[in-house]
């Protein structure tokens, strides 16, 4: 058995609690260490640059993905977002366990570059609590909503190519699933 600790990819439609999830698996745990991504949307209230993302420009971005500094990006609902490489191989080397937060186009890039991570679907209760969960949230408006079910019509669609699903009914039960999946508990 491989000692490398697997890359752990947490992925699903928008609004279904990814974030939810893993920060409540970091307030019980946190030495989960969670990938930060660089994206080129712009901060939402809150949101702080190097804690929930670095937020940079197109130019920035255009630089990123120019020198392959990211292991995996994507364009989605009109931002791009990427997962700088090097952080991600310097904690896999160390031996510790990694945990990425992507989309569907990130997740499938993961799987052709890394194909011992391990993909982690999470699914929405019913389509119903998807856009309740969306549009309770107040973070976007109506228009970016809609780009947003339309883009998880297409990720509900793909979740067959996952190696799990979990459905995130409980925050609670579903984070300490993926603690135990990534052997921190
Ligand atoms: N199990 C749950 N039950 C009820 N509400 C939930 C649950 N999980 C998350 N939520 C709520 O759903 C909303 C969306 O959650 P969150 O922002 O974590 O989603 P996300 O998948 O990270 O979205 P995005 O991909 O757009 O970043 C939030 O208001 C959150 O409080
Ligand atoms: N392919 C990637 N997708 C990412 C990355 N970081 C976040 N995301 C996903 O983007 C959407 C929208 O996020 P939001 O913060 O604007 O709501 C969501 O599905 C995230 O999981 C990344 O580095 N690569």
């Known amino acids: 058995m491989s000692e490398r600790p697997r890359l752990t990819v947490l992925s699903g439609p ?27 949307r712009k901060p939402r209230p809150g949101e702080q640059h190097g804690v929930h993302y670095f937020f940079v420009t197109d130019e920035e971005m ?28 310097e904690r896999l080397e160390k031996g510790e366990p990694v945990l990425l937060e992507i989309d569907l186009q990130g997740a499938r890039q993961v799987r052709e ?22 549009t309770g949230r107040g ?26 699903t979990l459905v995130n009914t409980s925050v609670e039960d579903v984070a300490r699933e993926l603690l135990a ?5």
Request: charged share 25%; hydrophobic share 45%; proline share 6%.
């Open 62 to 89: 255009d630089k990123l993905i120019a020198n392959g500094e990211l292991l995996e990006w994507a364009e989605f609902a009109g931002n791009r977002y990427g997962t700088p490489r090097a952080a991600v191989l």
């Open 139 to 164: 973070t976007e408006p109506p228009e970016v909503i809609e780009r947003r079910l339309g883009a998880a019509r297409t990720e509900l669609a793909a979740e067959p190519e996952f190696d799990l």
């Open 113 to 134: 570059s890394m194909s011992d991570a391990r993909l982690v679907f999470l699914a929405p209760p019913s389509w119903e609590e998807l856009v309740r969960r969306l």
């Open 14 to 40: 928008s609004g279904v609690g990814k974030s939810t999830v893993v920060a409540h698996m970091r307030k019980e745990h946190p030495d989960v260490w969670l990938s930060v991504s660089a994206t080129t």
């Open 181 to 185: 999946l990534m052997d921190v508990v």
